[in-house]
């Protein structure tokens, strides 16, 4: 699917769903369903098989409550759900729900959004989260990435509210709903998003469980009264009866809400046709039972991850019951910390599920269109852009999160209220425990480790019937509207579900439910080693359902000039066809020629300015490339692709004419199709070494084949965004090796190190493992590299990272080790460069963190700016109050500062020093090139110059971005091109007949060339020893990137 730009976050809920769109300008806006962002999740099965859901679902389910269920979520691991008279699979159910949210993002937006974020609790096992991801595609979504709700929430508070969680700092993750409650503990990573370390749950704490405390106050007022009109409102049967006992429980819960807010109000009681009022006082003491367990849970989370020792960072509130003021009190009690809470908490996670998948990692570079219309109407709208408002600024005509209402109230039009008893304050700082990582390059800035980019199964088991589980005390069974409760507590749901005295839900009047077999769960989805996984921003396929899918909601019917997604599913990327057998030409006499650089004339040349390199020695052929599409010739030395030694001239005389002319002729051509075999083309496979047309002939005789090149890197969570463009990239050079090898191929395998040291390990050590490895493109990021580079130092396998800039890596004494970018010395002397030559600063304060970063780049910036650092001025990472630093850089006047560190405590210092001193020239690192850091600062980011050893994609030679999109329907990433081009390192190895292990190793310790982003030559400590290598200036216009060009040495 193209690339829109629209992004979308959905909160699947127990009892509601909520949904958050993201415009391609950084807008966000809930999408609302009746006028509400709150979607009830309830479905309802007519008789003829359509499916209706949210209101419509309710509203039918007062007539035939057998055909009901209210809570699709409670059930995604049982294969089919008993509705009426039919068995239902439940993904249908589910997919109903989210196909209404995909029709109102379609109407609201004009296009499909390119990328879906899905969000589950985070204690779900894989079976359920694949259930999830596929009703998502079931209702026309394109792949969905799944993230935990914790991780969500904390991610929101972080990048949209602002609260500060340092590095190591713990937040507490307050989850009331309507129906459930959970409590989660999670941790700030070094790549800026959050790990959960342990989490608790009430099945039977909610919104709906306070409800019912107000309806058994009300009851116990009017048991014996007038009759037998109590009984009526909680055991209905007649229609009347029904509708009266829908309005009391309507009006407890709306009753709940305006005590948020409000000290008094009050409920009216229908058939004794009564008001009666309640007051703040009444509603906590009714709900405290409840409220304590869910504290005491909390606790118990606390004290399962290990930290009740530590300090809080932060306590975040979410969910819509969570805004009882009393919630927040006790939370205060129990912690010592107040709460941090927002207007509506309810939209929380669904608008912190898209800080997890940005559309890049890195902010949007200016000129590469993310596609579709920017500016398309919204609800309400009058023009392009309308009065929708960003996340955070009151929305006209409906609520929006992060922010006051000034339009339409929130869910079920009434206006809520975010005031807690104690004020919420600044989260604590916490100091970090660990040795920082760093920063992960471009990562979505918050995305959470062990977050599964789902896989598609295999074919799914039969359809299982579903057979109803015996209730437990205190537990909702799925034929009752609301959890069990204590005595004299009426068993009457808010939504639709059956008062307690109706017949069963999936059951009709008057029958019993059918006896069935038990239920049997899905296996989980284990993907292989060496499969290939679901891309982000790729769709791909899922594989065909055993059952026939229930009609859809005929109420709901989407114009064929408006579906919301289109029915096909997308076509897997074909192998490029080779190009055809040709004989060979004769072969001139002429002296050695050097591996040409670049493709053809049929190709437009690539714009980038690189250092010349002379002719690589036969020692280590350049990396080269495959032709921008199938089918077209192959050159010869061409970018991006490993070739074979460069064809040298024949020493003697091929043949001597013994025979008749023909025998001759033959005998010369056979000689020079033996020469090219033998030196296994030039510069691309098949090629000829030489700048004519490629030759399909075998494979080279020295080639060594059947090995593997595995990608190691973190496949999901905290940085797969970026870590799998570097993958994808790896997968292409491959995928276009063995394209031109096709007596020859190589393999590729995988192995995720889930972004944590025990994974890195586990990974490298599953590596190491499998014997046809030779070589290793990653690990990306520093704490994996930790981990890992022990166990392949040991092994003598190669590996080639596409990032990871710190300084001390080169100096472990791995001699496995090779780096393909600059390190981060190389890159604060190129900032001080741009500092004198481009900006002409003379009065420079440089600021630097107490970070290894922090230190290793002032240093190198000082020593390149000499007499123009007028002052340096330090701060701390755990700090979060940086007007004392500020001071000290406005007193200075300086004309330009470069900030050396990490981003975390540098976004907000930046952010301060420009609103200080708007304008003021600043340099940074690509320690701080995310969007995180964009969208913090918004406008006073303009202007800000960061610093990064990545080219630009769609500068890399090759015409790499533009088969990349091809292949992966997605725009190419940073440090991609670097990934493709330590591929191809490895594959010219295999070329020269590199098979083992220490042959490999050897080979890239002597390897010298040039590939699609830059010249490559290794040190002995595995760091780049080229003349220069390429750092590039990116200049912010909020919330886009422009690159500059690469700074001069």
């Known amino acids: 699917m193209a690339d829109t730009g629209f992004r979308l976050g959905i909160d699947f809920g127990t009892s509601n769903t909520v949904a958050v769109l993201r415009w391609p300008d950084g807008r966000t806006k809930p999408l609302l369903f009746d006028g509400s962002p709150l979607l009830p999740s309830a479905v309802y099965v007519n008789a003829d098989g359509t499916i209706l859901t949210g209101r419509d679902a309710v509203h039918s389910a007062r007539l035939q409550p057998h055909r009901f269920e209210p809570y699709p979520k409670r059930r995604v691991e049982e294969g089919t759900v008993w509705l009426g008279e039919q068995d239902v699979p439940v993904i249908d159910l589910v997919a109903t729900v989210l196909r209404r949210v995909a029709a109102e993002s379609y109407r609201v937006a004009g296009t499909h959004p390119a990328e879906v974020n899905l969000t589950h609790p985070a204690t779900w096992p894989p079976q359920r989260r694949q259930t999830l991801a596929q009703a998502a595609t079931a209702a026309g979504f394109p792949q969905p990435f799944l993230s935990s709700e914790p991780v969500a929430a904390a991610s929101y508070f972080v990048g949209t509210v602002g609260t500060h969680v340092p590095v190591g700092g713990i937040a507490v993750v307050y989850d009331f709903g309507a129906g459930t409650f959970d409590a989660s503990v999670v941790r700030r990573n070094a790549g800026g998003g959050f790990d959960v370390l342990a989490s608790e749950g009430l099945p039977d704490a909610g919104g709906l469980d306070v409800d019912a405390a107000v309806v058994a106050y009300l009851g116990r007022n009017f048991t014996g009264r007038e009759g037998d009109q109590w009984r009526r409102l909680t055991n209905p049967e007649s229609e009347a009866d029904r509708r009266a006992a829908w309005q009391l429980w309507e009006d407890a819960r709306l009753a709940k809400e305006m005590l948020s807010r409000a000290a008094t109000t009050y409920v009216h009681v229908p058939l004794f046709d009564e008001s009666v009022p309640i007051g703040r006082e009444q509603l906590e003491q009714l709900a405290k039972p409840i409220l304590d367990r869910t504290v005491t849970a909390t606790q118990l989370a606390v004290t399962s991850a290990g930290v009740a020792g530590q300090p809080l960072a932060a306590v975040f509130l979410v969910g819509g019951s969570s805004r009882i003021p009393l919630a927040a009190t006790l939370l205060h009690r129990a912690f010592g910390l107040a709460p941090t809470a927002i207007e509506q908490p309810e939209l929380v996670v669904a608008e912190?599920?898209?800080?997890?998948?940005?559309p890049t990692g890195r902010a949007p570079v200016a000129g590469v269109p993310a596609g579709g219309p920017a500016g398309s109407p919204t609800s309400g709208a009058s023009g392009p852009f309308g009065p929708v408002p960003t996340s955070g600024v009151p929305a006209s005509g409906g609520p929006s999160s992060g922010g006051p209402s000034s339009g339409g109230p929130a869910g079920g039009g009434h206006e809520p209220s975010g005031d807690v008893s104690a004020q919420p304050v600044s989260a604590q700082p916490v100091s970090p425990g660990f040795s920082v990582p760093s920063m992960?390059?471009?990562?979505?800035?918050?995305?959470?480790?062990?977050?599964?980019?789902?896989?598609?199964?295999?074919?799914?088991?039969?359809?299982?019937?579903?057979?109803?589980?015996?209730?437990?005390?205190?537990?909702?069974?799925?034929?009752?509207?609301?959890?069990?409760?204590?005595?004299?507590?009426?068993?009457?749901?808010?939504?639709?579900?059956?008062?307690?005295?109706?017949p069963q839900q999936g059951v009709p009047q008057g029958q019993r439910p059918p006896v069935q077999p038990q239920v049997q769960q899905r296996p989980p989805v284990v993907p292989p080693v060496a499969a290939q996984p679901v891309q982000q921003g790729f769709p791909q396929p899922v594989p065909p359902q055993p059952h026939q899918p229930v009609p859809q909601q005929a109420a709901q019917p989407f114009p064929p000039q408006a579906q919301p997604f289109p029915p096909q599913q997308p076509v897997p990327p074909q192998p490029q066809p080779q190009p055809p057998v040709q004989p060979a030409p004769p072969v001139p006499q002429q002296q050695p020629q050097p591996v040409q650089q670049g493709f053809p004339q049929q190709f437009p040349p690539v714009a980038v300015p690189r250092p010349q390199v002379s002719a690589p020695p036969s020692s280590g052929p350049p990396v080269s490339g495959p032709p921008a599409g199938p089918g077209q010739g192959w050159p010869s030395g061409g970018q991006g692709f490993p070739p074979g030694t460069p064809r040298r001239r024949r020493t003697g005389t091929l043949v001597t004419a013994v025979g008749g002319g023909v025998l001759a002729l033959i005998l010369v051509v056979a000689g020079v199709v033996w020469a090219v075999n033998r030196d296994g083309g030039g510069g691309t496979p098949g090629g000829d070494g030489s700048s004519g047309p490629s030759y399909q002939a075998g494979p080279a005789v020295s080639a060594a084949c059947g090995h593997k090149i595995a990608f190691l890197g973190i496949l999901a969570g905290t940085g797969s965004k970026d870590s799998n463009g570097m993958r994808n990239a790896t997968k292409l050079a491959v995928d276009d090796y063995n394209a031109k090898h096709p007596g020859c191929n190589v393999g590729f395998a995988e192995f995720d190190t889930k972004g944590t040291e025990a994974g890195s390990k586990t990974a490298a050590e599953d590596l190491v493992a499998d014997s046809e490895v030779m070589g290793v493109v990653g690990p990306a990021y520093r704490t994996e590299i930790l981990a890992a580079a022990p166990v392949l130092e040991k092994a003598g396998i190669p590996f080639l990272t596409p990032f990871a800039p710190d300084v001390d890596l080169a100096g472990k004494g791995w001699s496995t080790f090779h780096r393909l970018i600059a390190n981060d010395k190389d890159q604060a002397e190129a900032g001080g460069r741009y500092l004198k030559n481009k900006l002409r600063a003379s009065k420079v304060v440089v600021v630097y963190d107490d970070s290894d970063v922090g230190g290793v780049a002032r240093q190198a910036v000082t020593s390149t700016l000499g007499g123009a650092v007028a002052a340096s001025v330090a701060i701390r990472r755990k700090d979060t109050e940086f007007a004392g630093p500020v001071g000290q850089v406005t007193n200075a006047n300086p004309d330009a500062v470069y900030y050396a560190g990490e981003s975390d405590d540098g976004t907000t210092f930046i952010k301060a020093l420009r609103t200080a001193k708007p304008g003021l020239p600043v340099v940074v690192t690509d320690r701080l090139f995310t969007q995180l850091f964009v969208d913090t600062l918004a406008k006073t980011a303009d202007g800000i110059v960061v610093t990064c050893p990545c080219i630009p994609s769609d500068q890399a030679g090759g015409d790499y971005a533009s088969r990349y999109q091809a292949v992966y329907k997605a725009n190419a990433g940073y440090y991609g091109p670097e990934a493709y081009d330590g591929a191809n390192i490895l594959l010219a190895g295999f070329t020269a007949g590199k098979g083992t292990r220490a042959d490999l190793l050897a080979f890239v310790h002597k390897y010298e060339g040039k590939g699609v982003a830059r010249a490559y030559k290794f040190a002995a400590n595995g760091d780049l020893s080229v003349p220069e290598p390429l750092i590039w200036s990116y200049k912010i216009t909020s919330p886009y990137t422009s690159p500059e060009s690469v700074i001069a040495p």
Do not use: D, E, F, I
Request: glycine residues 16%; aromatic residues 2%; positive net charge.
């Open 440 to 502: 992960n390059p471009g990562l979505p800035p918050l995305l959470q480790t062990g977050s599964m980019p789902v896989v598609p199964g295999g074919q799914q088991p039969p359809q299982q019937v579903y057979q109803q589980p015996a209730p437990r005390p205190g537990v909702p069974t799925h034929g009752q509207g609301v959890p069990q409760q204590r005595p004299g507590v009426p068993q009457v749901p808010p939504q639709g579900v059956p008062p307690q005295g109706m």
């Open 352 to 358: 912190g599920a898209l800080h997890l998948a940005p």
